[in-house]
């Protein structure tokens, strides 16, 4: 009953209201044909007739504003320096300064190593051994200062809480908290009997540019 509908022609009293002209049988299945054959995507790969066969005939198809928007959404820009220099980010509380409390990241930090460089045993290789440790994360490592252009940091021991690009943070035992420049001073780290040495000059990276990088084995490589 409603096909009979569909293709039943218009009345003529309400072709003058519409403004529009009730075709012949012919011309109708005739642009119909075109209309479709126009619309269907990529017709040369389709058979028409077998296409018109089915109920269903898909004209177009446009992507949801959501999926097409999915793949060019930027991604969410976090704080840069400034706005986390204004926000005091990376600053220690007075109460928190005190070495007892990064004892534990401290012990963290050894089974850490350890288990980086393989057991640190004394049939481990040093040139791997170096490699590893150049790669390595040092927060809650021991550091000493053994050398530098400036003397009153000279023999300054503490656990390291924060590392940057061009300077260590470090808790010492007195409870105070100590930013050493890297450049122009070297460092001692010592771990199950081993004593590392790292030049400041060559450690001017933060440290998950380090974990990144690849260095190449070379005998005179400074630490």
Known sequence: MEEALVRAPIPRDLEKVLGIESQSRLKA??????FLKKSIQRPSKHDLKSMLSHKAVILGFNK????QSK?????A?????????EMRVFDIKAEQQRYELFLPLHQLWRRYITDLCGGLTSSSSP?????????ADF??????????????????????????????????????????PKRNSVFEVEINGFVLHIYG???????SERSSKKYKAKGTMDL
């Open 127 to 135: 040139q791997s051994v170096q490699l590893k440790l150049l790669r």
């Open 29 to 34: 299945e005739a642009f119909t044909q075109a």
């Open 64 to 67: 949801p504003k959501e999926e």
């Open 139 to 180: 927060h809650g490592a021991i550091i000493s200062v053994v050398r530098s252009k400036c003397p009153s940091y000279v023999g300054t021991t503490g656990i390291l809480v924060q590392e940057f690009r061009h300077v260590f943070k470090i808790i010492t035992k007195e409870d105070k908290l100590k930013v050493i």
């Open 77 to 85: 820009k976090g704080l840069n320096a400034r706005q986390k220099s």
């Open 201 to 207: 000059n060559k450690f001017e990276q933060r440290a």
């Open 71 to 75: 793949g060019s959404r930027r991604r």
